[in-house]
């Protein structure tokens, strides 16, 4: 079981910015994708979820401006984040607990991507 992020960099506020997740070794269908970041000197934190019927939620700091999608065929899932603010600079990452449904705490999750860097600054 592999996960694979992409798609950070740097962006201004009010920038938008795709990552992607590849998931090698299970499918993603059946299974429920989670992305959560992490700035520096703080924990990690849940941003969103995609289940395995396609349902998603959002953390409330990201609800409007993210948005999780997939493409079953390619076994990768997408955050698409608008709106971008100082505040979601962090390292990103997507991660698996191999349940159809999977919680919104670090613990849920027990194979993660590697991250990928977000910065948005002026």
């Known amino acids: 079981v592999q996960l694979q992020a992409s798609g950070g960099g740097s962006v201004q506020p009010g920038g938008s910015l795709r990552l992607s997740c590849v998931a090698s070794g299970f499918s993603s269908e059946h299974y429920a994708i989670g992305w959560f970041r992490q700035a520096p000197g703080k924990e990690r934190e849940f941003v969103g979820r995609?289940?395995?019927?396609?349902?998603?939620d959002y953390a409330d700091s990201v609800k409007g401006r993210f948005t999780i999608s997939r493409d079953i065929a390619k076994s990768t899932v997408y955050l698409q984040m608008n709106s971008l603010k100082s505040e979601d600079t962090a390292v990103y990452y997507c991660?698996?607990?191999?349940?159809?449904?999977?919680?919104?705490?670090?613990?849920?999750?027990?194979?993660w991507g590697q991250g990928t860097l977000v910065t948005v600054s002026s």
């Open positions: 995609i289940n395995w019927g396609g349902g998603t």
């Open positions: 991660a698996s607990g191999l349940c159809p449904y999977t919680g919104r705490e670090p613990l849920d999750y027990r194979y």
